[in-house]
């Protein structure tokens, strides 16, 4: 789904999102946070800065977002990140505590912020996230048709910029994809994939065994290569009870998260980059870059 297929006014009479930041720790014991000396995986510095803080940046930068829900274990251990209880005692940001796993905590979030306006979900590991790919994803969600809208990137354009980066991706034919961590719930019939989520969260990592639960002649499909990326969503719409599709991000690193070190080795990569872009005459100012 391009944001430039679908001309004309939103369904939705306010143009905005209330946005839901996953970060609490899928495992309480990961080795990553260690490395760091941090307690959880949000508060990993990338270029100085933590992920947390990154992610909350871009999306109140977002000409989309309205209100951020941050659902994270106790705030107490976010105390040193520069603005946050400003921006919670603005009523910018709001504290929800998360559950024992990501899908519980996400569907505990999207019933505080889905008061009538449609929610963005995204997690705190997502340190390249920018305002422009928010805006990108917002208005291409507003303007489509489904409950739940789906960002994914091209993997052939991801390994055209990133060639030895390694990220899970579905295998469809025409092309194969990776998700960018960015979910847009356009309706309360969207928040049924939540439930289906606390299903499937173990198998995150395996796509084939994620499909098999659409059906095995899906399945099947699936893995000769036979099943195209709408055909998916159409039967994907069937098992969740809700209208999905895709929104196809142009942006290779939208659909890098920082899951390993590898990862958070590129991640610093990819934002001295843009830094040395915005600021050609030298000088390390990934801190407080304006651009990151």
Not at 120 to 138: G, I, K, R, S, Y
Not at 249 to 276: G, H, N, S, Y
């Amino acid at each position: 789904m391009d944001a430039a297929r679908r001309p004309g006014r939103s369904r939705h009479d306010r143009p905005g999102f209330n946005a839901v930041v996953l970060a609490g720790e899928r495992k309480r014991n990961s080795a990553l946070p260690g490395k760091f000396h941090v307690p959880i995986k949000a508060l990993i510095p990338v270029c100085g800065r933590p992920m947390l803080q990154r992610v909350l940046d871009s999306l109140l930068a977002s000409r989309f977002v309205m209100q951020v829900f941050l659902c994270s274990p106790e705030m107490s251990e976010f105390a040193e990140m520069p603005g946050l209880s400003q921006a919670i005692s603005s009523g910018r940001i709001s504290w929800v505590r998360n559950e024992q796993t990501p899908s519980r905590s996400a569907l505990k979030a999207l019933e505080q912020a889905g008061g009538g306006a449609p929610v963005l979900l995204t997690t705190a590991d997502h340190a390249l996230l920018t305002a422009e790919m928010v805006d990108f994803f917002c208005s291409a969600a507003l303007n489509a048709p489904e409950d739940l809208l789906v960002g994914l990137a091209r993997l052939d354009i991801i390994r055209k910029a990133f060639p030895d980066v390694r990220r899970t991706f579905y295998r469809f034919r025409g092309g194969c994809y990776s998700s960018c961590n960015l979910f847009g719930f356009m309706s309360r019939k969207a928040f049924r994939a939540a439930g289906f989520w606390q299903e499937i969260e173990q198998e995150r990592k395996h796509p084939a065994r994620i499909i098999s639960r659409f059906g095995w002649t899906w399945a099947a499909r699936y893995l000769a290569g036979r099943l195209g990326l709408e055909q998916a969503f159409i039967r994907a719409s069937a098992v969740l009870g809700c209208n999905a599709g895709p929104v196809i991000m142009p942006f290779p690193e939208a659909a890098i998260d920082v899951d390993t070190l590898e990862d958070w080795q590129l991640a610093e990569k990819i934002i001295e980059a843009r830094c040395q872009k915005q600021h050609p005459s030298g000088g390390r100012q990934c801190s407080g870059c304006s651009a990151l």
